[in-house]
């Protein structure tokens, strides 16, 4: 034989095996599970698993785990950490539908959550619905997904969350739950419908404690009985108290609502549930959401005194017919912190306070300094009230270039620390208003359909740009 064609045939059979190793490695990478596998099978698409926990302990870095349709009634608890290059994915097989349900859990005290992940990295949860898990335990908090520890790059998206329930007075439930004890990086919530819960004194997406970067995007959040998005600080879940907050990050495109704290056992008849609220985060940017028929449409302040929601960027959001008011910075009482060195701009608020209970379209409380309020469109609801301020702890705060709409045949109604104005060129002088901000007709595209999108014309324009 030649000994080119020896070479030839040598190198021919290399690339084979290259090439088998290549497909077979592949094939290591992707295990299976379904209603009809069996734990002790290889864990194939012809022989797969029967639990989500046996996936979990044989899914290392590079692993996508898919889960065939099917309703699984246990917990799935991530074992390993991916890493950038090879994640670990869990995700339905070809969009079929998997439900994870607890409906078949018993209650126990302390934290029970469908899919946990703790101290893990580079982990993505994908299509999933999580549904179904409720306790009576006051000393039980219930969540769909609980995110813990220093978990970091972690994604989670596409996913169904609901009937997650607290039935105690005074109880806890989450749909999902991001808690920094340690430090954590680069959260995504993505795309998620978190909907149908009943949270006692707790939230529907919650971000609490040391998370440094994140994105809360595309969610939709609906009918739930507490805060709808909460980005959370200083309440002692961080081990490093000096980065016990939430920071650097984006809440948008998220649409909110009918999220109400009225009737929910552990708040009685108040209207106190924010769509979107930050409590004590810092250099967050809050835009292009959609909020209303909720409590607060939009909130940034600080529960704790002597701390602040600070550097916040609430912009481009639409916020209509919410109960109590659109957006609210400033402590609740002089017992709390405040808002300071943030941005109010361009957002449409119209119509909130449908509820009659005097928070206007803009609230303004308790130690709020140093704050930017420009460019936003007002139309004021039934209580007639644009702004609302009834604090005197309002420190070096700027109006600029704000639309107040004027009605025909209706007043329009500013308080500014303590004091209520009739006269817009009163409250203009006493709030220090630059000269572009006006009362003026307006119109909008469309606003019997809440289309509203301004129609401009010279004296909007000049205002506004």
Same mark, same amino acid.
């Given at each position: 034989?030649?000994?080119?064609?020896?070479?030839t045939l040598?190198v021919?059979?290399?690339?084979i095996v290259?090439?088998?190793?290549?497909v077979?490695? #592949?094939?290591?990478? @992707?295990?299976?599970?379904?209603? #009809?596998?069996d734990d002790?099978?290889?864990?194939?698409?012809?022989?797969?698993?029967?639990?989500?926990?046996?996936?979990?302990?044989?899914?290392?870095? %590079?692993?996508?785990?898919?889960i065939?349709?099917?309703?699984?009634e246990?917990?799935?608890?991530?074992?390993?950490?991916?890493?950038?290059s090879?994640?670990?994915?869990?995700?339905?097989?070809?969009?079929?539908e998997?439900?994870?349900?607890?409906?078949k859990? @018993?209650?126990?005290e302390?934290?029970?959550?469908?899919?946990?992940?703790?101290?893990?990295?580079?982990?993505? /949860?994908?299509? &999933?619905?999580?549904?179904?898990?409720?306790?009576?335990?006051t000393?039980? @908090?219930?969540?769909g &997904?609980?995110?813990? %520890?220093s978990?970091?790059?972690?994604?989670?998206?596409?996913?169904?969350?609901h !009937?997650?329930?607290?039935?105690?007075d005074?109880g806890?439930?989450?749909?999902?739950a991001?808690?920094?004890?340690?430090s954590?990086?680069?959260?995504?919530?993505?795309?998620?419908t978190?909907?149908?819960?009943?949270?006692?004194?707790?939230?529907s997406?919650?971000l609490?404690?040391?998370?440094d $970067?994140?994105?809360?995007?595309?969610n939709?959040?609906?009918?739930?009985?507490n +805060?709808?998005?909460?980005? /959370? $600080?200083?309440?002692?879940?961080?081990?490093?108290?000096?980065?016990?907050?939430?920071r650097?990050g984006?809440?948008?495109?998220?649409?909110?609502?009918?999220i109400?704290?009225? $009737?929910?056992?552990?708040? $009685?008849?108040?209207?106190?549930?924010? %769509? +979107?609220?930050?409590d004590?985060?810092?250099?967050?940017?809050?835009?292009?959401?959609?909020?209303y028929?909720?409590?607060?449409?939009?909130?940034?302040t600080?529960?704790?005194?002597?701390h602040?929601?600070?550097?916040?960027?609430?912009i481009?959001?639409?916020?209509?017919?919410?109960?109590?008011?659109?957006i609210?910075?400033g402590?609740?009482?002089q017992?709390?912190?405040?808002?300071?060195?943030?941005?109010?701009?361009?957002?449409?608020?119209?119509? #909130?306070?449908?509820?009659g209970l005097?928070g206007?379209?803009?609230?303004l409380?308790?130690?709020i300094?140093?704050?930017?309020?420009? !460019?936003?469109?007002? @139309?004021?609801?039934?209580?007639? +009230?644009?702004i609302?301020?009834?604090?005197k702890?309002n420190?070096?705060?700027?109006l600029? !270039?704000n &639309?107040?709409?004027?009605?025909?045949?209706?007043d329009?109604?500013w308080v500014?620390k303590?004091?209520?104005?009739t006269?817009?060129?009163?409250?203009?002088?006493?709030?220090n208003?630059?000269?572009k901000?006006?009362?003026?007709?307006?119109?909008?595209?469309?606003?019997?359909?809440?289309?509203?999108?301004l129609?401009?014309?010279a004296?909007?324009?000049? /205002?506004?740009e």
């Open positions: 034989m030649k000994k080119s064609l020896i070479i040598i021919t059979a290399v690339m290259m090439v088998l190793n290549y077979n490695s #592949n094939n290591d990478n @992707t295990i299976y599970v379904a209603m #009809n596998g002790q099978n290889e864990g194939t698409k012809s022989e797969p698993f029967r639990t989500l926990q046996k996936a979990a302990s044989e899914a290392k870095a %590079g692993t996508t785990v898919l065939r349709e099917g309703i699984y246990e917990p799935l608890v991530v074992q390993y950490s991916g890493t950038k090879k994640p670990i994915i869990f995700k339905p097989y070809k969009q079929e998997v439900v994870i349900s607890g409906s859990l @018993t209650n126990k302390g934290d029970t959550s469908l899919i946990t992940i703790h101290d893990k990295d580079y982990i993505t /949860i994908s299509g &999933i619905t999580i549904q179904d898990l409720t306790t009576n335990l000393d039980e @908090t219930v969540m &997904i609980y995110v813990t %520890g978990s970091s790059h972690i994604t989670l998206e596409n996913n169904h969350v !009937r997650i329930e607290t039935l105690a005074d806890n439930a989450h749909g999902i991001i808690y920094g004890t340690e954590m990086k680069d959260i995504n919530i993505v795309q998620n978190v909907e149908d819960l009943k949270l006692g004194s707790s939230e997406i919650v609490n404690g040391n998370i $970067g994140f994105k809360v995007d595309g939709l959040v609906r009918r739930n009985d +805060i709808g998005i909460d980005l /959370i $600080g200083y309440e002692g879940v961080a081990n490093d108290k000096k980065h016990d907050f939430v650097n984006v809440i948008k495109d998220n649409k909110v609502y009918e109400s704290s009225f $009737g929910n056992p552990a708040y $009685g008849e108040e209207y106190v549930a924010g %769509g +979107i609220y930050v004590g985060g810092k250099d967050i940017t809050i835009e292009k959401n959609t909020v028929q909720s409590d607060i449409g939009i909130e940034a600080s529960e704790h005194a002597n602040y929601a600070e550097n916040i960027t609430i481009n959001n639409v916020v209509y017919q919410n109960f109590y008011s659109g609210s910075i402590g609740y009482d017992n709390r912190g405040g808002t300071k060195n943030s941005l109010i701009a361009e957002n449409i608020l119209y119509r #909130n306070d449908t509820k005097d206007g379209q803009l609230l409380q308790h130690d300094n140093n704050n930017i309020i420009e !460019r936003n469109i007002m @139309t004021a609801g039934p209580s007639r +009230i644009f609302a301020n009834y604090f702890t420190n070096d705060n700027e600029i !270039r &639309i107040f709409h004027a009605e025909k045949g209706e329009g109604i500014w303590e004091t209520e104005y006269s817009f060129p009163d409250f203009r002088k006493a709030s208003s630059d000269e901000s006006s009362y003026i007709e307006i119109e909008y595209q469309d606003e019997k359909s809440l289309d509203l999108k129609k401009r014309d004296k909007t324009k000049d /205002i506004l």
